[in-house]
């Protein structure tokens, strides 16, 4: 007896707001389709100056480019980044994660972590998927809108527009969000994993552990000692990427080194 293999289904994602056409609809479908959206929105407890903190510090610590802002018609702001290549969710909801506890830590005042990380939702992640923007709210009487970092102070408090927005206003803010390059991606979340060990990298001697080798000029034992020295940079590495006391930039060069070449420095690529 056969059993035919059902497709995994991917959870929902994102969809473009209904009647989006022109530029509008080319940069959200840009930016935004399957696999490619991470958002954090945040309750309207949170306060403008708060979500700055956290919008620049992505920037600064990650070197992600600015993600878009909006104001989400009804609770508060929200920050849309977008992936260049597309991700299954649960590894775009473990970089948020890792924003929510390694990020928002480096980027806020100590006072402020508890109550902006009790009103933050990561998504993906557990919550609902973000309604559409731009979009009209229930009763049509406000709209939902991407917003230019100089005005975003302006809705706090009130995160709604009074009008429809401009779809080619709208369409002008989205064609200045950068996407994430994969380099940048996989360096976050090789904060929360450590790489893999290489076969054959770092591993001890069976018959002699921890002895430095007899013959030390012969052909093999030049080789284990420049393993040896590749093992103990990628260990260095690894203890800058993982040391909270180390600033957040150096960690992300760190984790970014071990991405490109994980388990040796400099070596494997020819």
């Not at 706090?156 to 709208?170: A, K, V």
């Not at 450590?194 to 002895?211: F, K, N, R, S, V």
């Not at 430095?212 to 040896?228: F, I, L, R």
Request: proline residues 13%; hydrophobic residues 45%; aromatic residues 6%.
């Amino acid at each position: 007896m056969t059993h035919e293999m059902l497709p995994v289904e991917s959870p929902p994602e994102p969809a473009p707001p209904e009647g989006l056409a022109g530029r509008l609809l080319a940069e959200w479908t840009r930016l935004y389709t399957p696999g490619r959206a991470l958002v954090l929105s945040f309750g309207r407890e949170v306060p403008w100056s708060d979500v700055a903190l956290v919008w620049a510090a992505a920037q600064d610590e990650w070197h992600w480019p600015a993600a878009a802002i909006a104001i989400d018609g009804q609770q508060g702001y929200q920050l849309w980044w977008s992936l260049e290549a597309a991700v299954p969710a649960a590894r775009r909801a473990l970089a948020l994660r890792t924003l929510l506890h390694t990020l928002l830590p480096q980027a806020l005042p100590a006072e402020r972590l508890r109550p902006v990380s009790a009103a933050a939702n990561a998504w993906p992640g557990p919550g609902t998927v973000p309604a559409a923007i731009p979009a009209p709210q229930p009763g049509g009487d406000v709209w939902s809108a991407f917003v230019a970092r100089d005005l975003a102070p302006v809705f706090e408090g009130s995160p709604w527009l009074d009008l429809p927005p401009s779809p080619e206003g709208q369409a002008d803010l989205l064609a200045r969000v950068a996407r994430i390059e994969p380099r940048a991606f996989e360096a976050v979340l090789a904060l929360e994993h450590e790489p893999e060990p290489q076969p054959g990298l770092g591993t001890a001697d069976p018959a002699d552990p921890g002895e430095p080798a007899v013959h030390a000029t012969t052909p093999a034992a030049a080789c284990a000692s420049d393993t040896q020295a590749r093992d103990a940079a990628r260990q260095f590495l690894l203890a800058v990427m993982k040391d909270p006391q180390v600033p957040m930039a150096q960690r992300i060069d760190a984790a970014a080194v071990l991405y490109r070449s994980p388990g040796t420095l400099g070596a494997g690529h020819g």
